[in-house]
């Protein structure tokens, strides 16, 4: 800051005192982080009608991302294989008796290739897919999970270091079952946990620093997430819910303002917000903070999309056909949305580097349009989280080394001639 003339005798000027802060405010003060993100125009690829749910995993073991999608109008799952550069081939389709409405990917049998499991809007059972590790699977098997099980995820819920399911019911009172894997690809059912709401989405990660898995579950009619802590063995304690918005479709974890503490998200389809929940550390949430996002979207997904080390949110927007982008501050809160073009009403998004090149891509499943829309991100390799210095950053800089913080510009009187 510039103060009033502080003098010593016989001289005058201005004292001038640059702190730190200022300092390195003035180092960076041409900087540029990482520019906002951008997306090349969709891929669009067909699958089925009333497209629903998207995962992204290397399904086929050559090191570049393949694509599930689930269409709940033609009751079944798409894979579509990577061919390298962000492109795919047709889909090939897998069917089931229920709308696969949820996807999850993982390796239940301990084979090390990837296996598929879906949660279905409609009936009472989960459908599971071996993986036969060059991209084809074996035929479904089906486990009962109560009525509408429409949301899946995948952890080790009790400990034993094999995957388990937890699935969370739309209807029977809104109730999550942990199905416990048996290491072979195969599922036990564990106990249920009353969340007390019909439930629209579920989200599974470490909550409170316990090493132990726990839950986060929204409610679109009781306009909340639940968390339920779990015990370790495949069980969980009553849930605590907190209010977000109205009617809460989609829901995602992760740490949003850098304390290396899980926080949530929610995607909130009647209000058009997304509502942040910071985590406090002990599987408490803070109240949430809303940022407007679209309008009638349906599903929200976490990641570095601008590569800048600091987590975006991507929001699918049904109404506008579109995906929009909320650039992360670092301290949980983001930047408005950025719109960018997406296919036929898109329901679900995931997150995945699809062309190679260590820079996270959005793959969004398309509800009207029975596509999945692929969207490269057009990050150049910039500079990812180091500004660049200006050349009053390098003085400013040189000055402080010298005078450790302080600097004075005190002009001498001239020296009287004689």
């Not at 699935?167 to 942990?178: P, Q, T």
Request: glycine content about 14%; overall charge negative; some cysteine.
């Amino acid at each position: 800051m510039i103060t009033r003339p502080v003098l010593a005798k016989g001289a005058y000027g201005y004292h001038v005192r640059i702190g730190v802060p200022l300092a390195l405010g003035l180092i960076c003060s041409n900087a540029s982080l990482a520019d906002t993100p951008s997306f090349a125009d969709p891929m669009h690829y067909a699958t089925g009608y009333l497209c629903a749910s998207v995962a992204i995993g290397d399904l086929n073991g050559d090191q570049v991302a393949d694509l599930a999608v689930g269409s709940t109008g033609g009751a079944k799952v798409s894979i579509l294989l990577g061919l390298g550069e962000g492109l795919f081939a047709d889909a090939v389709d897998y069917t089931t008796n229920a709308l696969p409405y949820s996807l999850a990917i993982g390796d239940f049998n301990g084979d090390l290739v990837p296996d598929l499991a879906a949660g279905h809007s409609g009936g009472y059972f989960v459908s599971v897919w071996i993986g036969l590790g060059d991209g084809t699977f074996a035929d479904v098997v089906q486990y009962y999970a109560g009525q509408s099980p429409r949301s899946i995820a995948v952890a080790d819920l009790n400990g034993d270091r094999v995957l388990d399911l937890a699935v969370s019911n739309r209807w029977e009172g809104g109730s999550v079952l942990a199905l416990l894997g048996n290491a072979d690809g195969t599922f036990s059912a564990g106990e249920y946990r009353t969340i007390g709401y019909p439930t629209t989405a579920l989200a599974v990660a470490d909550l409170n620093g316990d090493g132990m898995t726990d839950l986060a579950v929204t409610s679109g009619p009781g306009d909340n997430v639940s968390v339920a802590l779990g015990i370790g063995d495949g069980t969980f304690v009553a849930p605590t819910a907190y209010a977000v918005g109205d009617m809460p479709r989609s829901i995602s974890i992760g740490d949003l303002n850098g304390d290396r503490v899980p926080d949530l998200v929610t995607a909130d389809k009647f209000d058009d917000n997304v509502s942040v929940l910071l985590g406090l550390g002990d599987g408490t949430f803070s109240a949430a903070v809303h940022h407007f996002a679209g309008t009638g979207f349906k599903s929200v997904a976490i990641g570095d999309l601008n590569r800048d080390r600091v987590p975006d949110l991507a929001v699918t927007d049904w109404s506008g056909d579109t995906v929009s982008v909320l650039v992360g501050h670092g301290d949980g809160t983001f930047a408005a949305a950025i719109p960018f073009a997406a296919g036929d009403g898109p329901w679900a998004l995931a997150i995945g580097n699809l062309n190679s090149d260590d820079v996270p891509d959005l793959a969004v499943a398309n509800w009207t349009g029975g596509t999945v829309s692929v969207l490269l991100n057009r990050w150049d390799g910039g500079a990812e989280s180091v500004p660049a210095v200006s050349a009053w950053g390098l003085v400013v800089l040189a000055l402080l080394l010298v005078v450790a913080g302080k600097v004075y510009f005190r002009p001498r009187r001239a020296k009287r001639l004689t």
